[in-house]
């Protein structure tokens, strides 16, 4: 544990809002302690839902195996490529499109935010 992430629960209450701002960012959690001791963990939202897939994938059996005789298989060279895939089953190039492909919006879309609300949640980020 790296000691700039360990808090208190009560820190922790007093900063929430900033402390879920900050978990976004890459590696980045704080193990909440009580009494000294390590109580939970915040951390983001999609790192929770990323490791609970990763542990769903390592505690399946069956899906280790399979992962694993699909390493043993591509060791042995027996896998398709994309190309000889598409080859083989009749597709040209000019089929396919990657997906992250797209075009700019003519309209984008572009958030109005009113200057009172920025003053106000300004004034109240100063005030602490």
Known sequence: MNSKTIISISEARRRIFDLAEEVQKPSTYYTL???GRAKAVLMS???????MEDL?????????TNIK??????KRGEYVTLDELKKELGYKASDF?????????KNPYIAKIKK???????MKKNAK
């Open 33 to 35: 302690t009580e009494n």
């Open 45 to 51: 939202a999609e790192k929770f839902d990323s490791m």
């Open 56 to 64: 769903e994938i390592l505690s399946n059996p069956k899906i280790m």
């Open 69 to 74: 005789e699909a390493e043993e298989q591509i």
């Open 97 to 105: 499109q990657p997906a992250f492909v797209m075009e700019k919006p």
């Open 116 to 122: 009172k609300n920025i003053k106000k949640s300004v």
